[in-house]
């Protein structure tokens, strides 16, 4: 007999970005089963996806799982391939946001290579409906996006570690940790111009060379990221609260603490680097979707490149 509160019916929503793979199983009832933790897939997103199916059906089985769906910057071959349900990934995070901060009016998002804002129009008295009512983001340009910060913080490991020690094989992880960490010990942050990746690499050395502390440089540089998404992505536009922020991003404390200078009331909600994958899972579950990935196409998805 099925369960008439849907939780022997799962739907998985993955977000194969730029940086990362992030990946949520919802049941039917739009209950959360299960966040999986966020995976760098460097450079390597056919077989991370792989890995991360089998595992799915490992930890599910076959006949829970009724789909598989995609987002991101990488979803859409995925889906493809696969022969899975696609969503794009800006439309994946605004339902994921609508649907965990039901009141949501404004979105700062921070991902692997992009940024984005979305401010959000509830409709009343017509039960949960809203509309998109302003949406901008960047250019081609990564200054400012989690890839540039990961690129600053891998830039400073030696200047961080010394010479003795050889950071260059650690975990970008850990060299990120630490780099965050010394950042929030800064008492002032140096100014760092982020319009441009290039010219903000010129600034921390000249900075460097003049002999500011390094940790006032890395909170400088995440001041200066707040700062150049407020006049390059929000520009003139009032933004209404409650203000969220999610992505890649949301989870570096110390971006968060940068944004705090503008929104001292922003909120960095639960799962905040999900969204994208909640929202296509989501998706997937009210159009009925019931197309899971076929398995004789994985052996080809791992080996892959």
């Known amino acids: 007999m099925a369960d008439k509160n849907g939780r022997d019916t799962l739907y998985a929503g993955i977000d194969a970005g730029s940086v990362s793979v992030n990946c949520v199983v919802i049941d039917g009832g739009r209950r959360l089963v299960r966040e999986y933790p966020y995976m760098r897939h460097m450079g390597r997103v056919e077989q991370t996806v792989w890995t991360?199916?089998?595992?799915?059906?490992?930890?599910?089985?076959?006949?829970?799982?009724?789909?598989?769906?995609?987002?991101?910057?990488?979803?859409?071959?995925?889906?493809?391939?696969?022969?899975?349900?696609?969503?794009?990934?800006?439309?994946?995070?605004?339902?994921?946001?609508?649907?965990?901060?039901?009141?949501?009016r404004t979105i700062i998002s921070m991902g692997g290579q992009h940024t984005a804002l979305f401010q959000i129009a509830h409709k009343r008295g017509n039960g949960n409906q809203w509309e998109l009512e302003y949406f901008n983001t960047n250019g081609p340009c990564a200054s400012g996006t989690g890839s540039f910060i990961d690129q600053q913080a891998q830039r400073l490991a030696t200047s961080m570690y010394g010479t003795g020690e050889d950071a260059v094989s650690w975990n970008i992880d850990r060299i990120l940790g630490d780099f965050i960490e010394l950042g929030l010990k800064g008492a002032t942050p140096a100014n760092v111009a982020c319009r441009c990746s290039v010219f903000t690499k010129t600034d921390m050395i000249h900075l460097q060379n003049k002999g500011e502390k390094l940790e006032d440089i890395i909170y400088g540089l995440h001041v200066g990221n707040a700062r150049n998404y407020m006049s390059t992505i929000v520009s003139n536009h009032t933004l209404q609260k409650p203000i969220i922020f999610i992505g890649g991003l949301s989870l570096n404390s110390l971006q968060v603490k940068a944004f705090k200078n503008y929104f001292p009331d922003l909120i960095v909600p639960g799962h905040s680097s999900s969204f994208g994958a909640l929202g296509v899972a989501l998706q997937a579950l009210e159009s009925g979707c019931s197309a899971g990935v076929d398995p004789g196409r994985l052996k080809d998805l791992g080996t892959a490149h």
């Open 52 to 104: 991360l199916i089998r595992n799915l059906y490992d930890d599910f089985g076959g006949k829970k799982l009724r789909s598989i769906s995609f987002t991101g910057t990488h979803g859409k071959m995925l889906s493809e391939v696969l022969g899975a349900f696609y969503e794009f990934e800006t439309i994946s995070q605004v339902i994921g946001a609508v649907f965990l901060v039901p009141g949501v």
